[in-house]
């Protein structure tokens, strides 16, 4: 069964940092892709990053480009999310997700098939 526990949460000031990181357990996950999601109240999940797991290839949406890095570790099987320069706009939950089909290159929340349960970042203004 495949598992993934985030951590890293918390609140934080504007331009300060936070270290996401997405455990994951029950697969074999060189072939997956693991992406980032953050949902605010009243909005949709929204992509924020993905990564290839075999090759290391990545994808960020555009509002955290240069400010965001996705990283995986294959010897601890966890996927961090790096973020710098936070604004109030990136308060949000958090989530991890997998995605079985490494290849396409995605940021829809339909395309992932496991989630974890969520982190809270909170960035003060």
């Known amino acids: 069964q495949v598992q993934l526990v985030e951590s890293g949460g918390g609140l934080v000031q504007a331009g300060g940092s936070l270290r996401l990181s997405c455990a994951a357990s029950?697969?074999?996950?060189?072939?997956?892709?693991m992406g980032w999601f953050r949902q605010s109240p009243g909005k949709e999940r929204e992509f924020v990053a993905r990564i290839r797991w075999s090759s290391g290839i990545t994808y960020y949406a555009d509002s955290v480009k240069a400010r965001f890095t996705i990283s995986r570790d294959n010897v601890k099987n966890t996927v961090y999310l790096q973020m710098n320069s936070l604004k109030p706009e990136d308060t949000a939950v958090y989530y991890c997700?997998?995605?079985?089909?490494?290849?396409?290159?995605?940021?829809?929340?339909?395309?992932?098939?496991?989630w974890g349960q969520g982190t809270q970042v909170t960035v003060s203004s």
């Open positions: 029950g697969r074999t996950f060189s072939m997956y892709a």
């Open positions: 997700a997998a995605d079985r089909d490494a290849v396409q290159r995605t940021s829809s929340s339909r395309d992932y098939d496991y």
